[in-house]
């Protein structure tokens, strides 16, 4: 069974910084693009940023592009997200999911195996 959890959320002040780590279990990463979402109360689950299985391509929405860093370590079977200058509006549930190996953005029907999600709040 293919599981994906996501880790490193919690409360930090704007201009803070978070690093989420997103952990597989029963598959291997390295044959997925690995897409970062995040969704707010009220409002629809968005695409942020999708890493390649290699690495070596990835995308970032322009609400998080220069503040958010994508990257995989594939021999530990995890995809982080480093988020720094965090704002109050990007207070939400974050999610990791997984893709095709042929999907380059974010799209949230391009992906079919979710993690739960972990809380982020950006407050002082």
């Known amino acids: 069974q293919l599981q994906l959890v996501e880790s490193g959320g919690g409360l930090v002040q704007p201009g803070g910084s978070l690093r989420l780590s997103c952990v597989a279990s029963?598959?291997?990463?390295?044959?997925?693009?690995i897409g970062w979402f995040r969704q707010s109360p009220g409002k629809a689950r968005e695409g942020l940023s999708c890493?390649?299985?290699?690495?070596?391509?990835?995308y970032y929405d322009d609400s998080v592009k220069g503040r958010f860093t994508t990257s995989r370590d594939n021999a530990k079977n995890t995809v982080y997200l480093q988020m720094n200058n965090l704002k109050s509006e990007d207070t939400a549930v974050y999610y990791c999911a997984a893709g095709s190996p042929l999907v380059v953005v974010p799209v949230r029907e391009f992906f079919n195996s979710w993690g739960q999600g972990i809380q982020v709040t950006v407050s002082s």
């Open positions: 890493i390649s299985p290699s690495g070596d391509n990835i």
């Open positions: 029963g598959f291997n990463l390295d044959g997925y693009v």
